[in-house]
């Protein structure tokens, strides 16, 4: 009896504190970075608990049933029995965002262990990263029908999560990663006949992009000394995008997308190739940063006519919700490809002021788009914090002489 209202008391104490957590990050996070557009943001303490509360938020929140009916077949829709101990990414709207979203949690817990909420973090990564919801998980995909799900992009970023796990000398992570081997395994077996047999690659601004599923592939090989996953992404890389040159990015953006297809194909050809080279590729494919066209990079047009309720009714929420997302994947790719230029290029500069700006668009409009884009965007913004941490830093000199 008294363990039973312990643990009760416990819950409500960890919902509190995610409660107050949350109220104050909404009202607090953005709101000071709005402050400094210019500057770098910084991934500190207050900014992490601002970004693990919405992955905290999600990860719990069931997938809506499917609203739409066979065109010729029809089908009952009911819940699967115990789903939340055969599954472990039924949360946060969509799989591949539970997938990603366990990863911001695991990024976050990892960077800021003292975290008010890291024993809610720990609880929840806990719950979901049993060693019977991933056998759930693998049973899934081992059905027809199922084989292809997701993929490339709930793969690679399975695979992403695995990689953050297996990095991380903490206990409950080497139970996490032991826990999620066998999905993560699957599915990289399945990876390297699906990149062999892709005859082109999808050159589009969601999420079957090739380009971002060779960028996280090559990350995870590059983390786990994958050498032969790594050539893989290096020849189809290669194969794919050696030739091309004259992106047009003032005519790439679609009204639903969240990703810019010409940056996300220079920051794969900056992982794969030596800075030098890569510059002279550059030169070819992307605008100077003088040009019209680069300048559309620069900038996202969020406005779509209608209120939050008006878009959901038109079906037309989600869309909003990648234009507000498309400023922070492109800060992501900007920082992606200033880091593997030579330091000397004068575009590094410029691509990480471009990237600071967007990053800052993206993350005061993000409660714009309610739940359809808060359940994901946080993710980006760990992300491209991530890949901005690898700035120099600026070495500061005496004027006083010795």
């Known amino acids: 009896m008294c363990r039973s209202i312990l643990r009760h008391a416990a819950r409500r104490c960890a919902v509190v504190t995610l409660f107050a957590a949350i109220l104050a990050a909404q009202v607090v ?158 599915l990289l077996d399945r990876t390297l006949p699906y990149l062999k047999t892709l005859a082109a690659p999808m050159r589009i601004g969601t999420h079957q992009n090739t380009a971002y599923a060779l960028k996280l592939l090559n990350e995870y090989a590059r983390a786990t000394v994958d050498e032969t996953l790594q050539a893989a992404v290096r020849e189809r890389a290669r194969k794919f995008y050696f030739a091309d040159y004259g992106c047009a990015p003032n005519v790439e953006v679609s009204g639903s997308d969240f990703f810019s297809p010409c940056l996300l194909e220079a920051a794969i050809m900056g992982d794969v190739m030596p800075p030098a080279e890569f510059a002279r590729w550059l030169d070819h494919f992307l605008p100077g940063p003088d040009t019209p066209a680069f300048k559309s990079l620069t900038v996202v047009d969020l406005q779509m006519p209608g209120t939050p309720e008006e878009l959901k009714k038109a079906d037309m929420l989600g869309a909003k919700a990648h234009l507000v997302g498309l400023g922070v994947s492109r800060a992501r790719a900007f920082e992606d490809i200033a880091a593997t230029l030579p330091p000397s290029d004068p575009r590094v500069a410029i691509y990480r002021k471009v990237a600071t700006s967007l990053a800052q668009l993206s993350i005061k409009s993000m409660y714009d788009a309610s739940y359809e884009g808060t359940h994901w965007i946080g993710t980006y913004i760990v992300d491209y914090l991530v890949s901005q941490g690898r700035r120099p830093v600026a070495v500061t000199t005496s004027s006083n002489p010795r």
């Not at 911001?104 to 809610?120: F, N």
């Not at 997701?150 to 796990?165: D, T």
Request: proline share 7%.
């Open 29 to 186: 996070g953005p709101a000071l970075r709005a402050e400094q557009r210019d500057a770098p943001i910084t991934f500190d303490r207050d900014t992490a608990l601002w970004l693990v509360t919405l992955p905290l938020g999600c990860i719990d929140k069931l997938h809506a049933p499917p609203r739409g009916r066979g065109y010729v077949y029809e089908s009952a829709i009911t819940l699967k029995p115990g789903f939340d101990k055969t599954r472990a990414f039924y949360g946060c709207f969509d799989w591949h965002s539970a997938v990603n979203s366990t990863w911001t949690m695991v990024r976050i817990l990892k960077s800021h262990p003292d975290l008010p909420v890291a024993r809610l973090v720990r609880e929840k990564l806990n719950e979901h990263l049993t060693a019977d919801a991933i056998k759930g998980e693998v049973a899934f995909f081992n059905e027809e029908g199922n084989k292809s799900f997701e993929r490339p992009y709930g793969w690679a970023w399975v695979l992403r999560l695995y990689s953050e796990l297996q990095s991380w000398q903490d206990p409950d992570a080497k139970k996490w990663s032991a826990n999620l081997e066998p999905l993560a395994q699957l």
